[in-house]
């Protein structure tokens, strides 16, 4: 072998080799953390979660490759979703994902430093999950998918389709800190349309 030959040959090894070790080695993981209150089975929200993943997939976000999922489908069970609560603090994700009226507090309670992504609810300002939805403060943010003043207009809506009704009964989870609100919101708009 020439000396030129043996040049190009260790150049060209020299260029390659960060390459392969950094195939060897991937890109670190990010990890995301994924908090549900409902079982598995739960069509509709599993659709939800799929289709969250599969979104971040077209964006270059590949399970396995650069991203890990770490899911916890807990059902309506608070000792279980305190439990996975936990567990995903202390996996330290990037973000975590999640929804009820339950969990959030929780998730509030245990980090101040992950980013909490609420995927929906209603009145982030009112149950002290935001300061206000133009300036969120602290880790929490996401999309609300209810206004309380819809409860006065669903109301508002049935004593024009049957005026006869006077009476109406609001069914809820009494655990769940939201309904209070619910409650309130509920009361106020029977009142004055004498329901």
Known sequence: MRRRE????????AA?????????R?????????????????????QRVLAFREELQRRGWTPGTNAQ???????????????????LVELNPEVILA???RVIPILMEMTHTIPVIVAG??????????????RPGGNV??????ELSVIGKMLQTLKEIAPQVS??????NPDNPGTSLVAHEFESAAGSLGV
């Not at 999922?69 to 567990?87: H, K, P, V, Y």
């Not at 609810?121 to 133009?134: I, N």
């Not at 009476?167 to 809820?172: A, G």
């Open 6 to 13: 043996f040049i190009t040959l260790l150049g060209s090894a």
């Open 16 to 24: 390659v080799w960060p390459l392969s070790v950094r195939a060897q």
């Open 26 to 46: 991937g890109e670190p993981k990010r990890r995301i953390g994924i908090l549900m209150p409902y079982p598995p089975t739960e069509v509709d929200v599993v």
């Open 69 to 87: 999922f770490d899911e916890q489908w807990t059902g309506d069970d608070m000792g279980l979703i305190r439990s996975a609560a936990a567990n």
């Open 99 to 101: 929804t009820g009226g």
């Open 121 to 134: 609810g209603s009145e982030p300002v009112a149950r002290g999950y935001v300061e206000s939805l133009a």
């Open 141 to 146: 943010t996401g999309f609300a998918n209810a």
């Open 167 to 172: 009476r109406v009964v609001l069914m809820f």
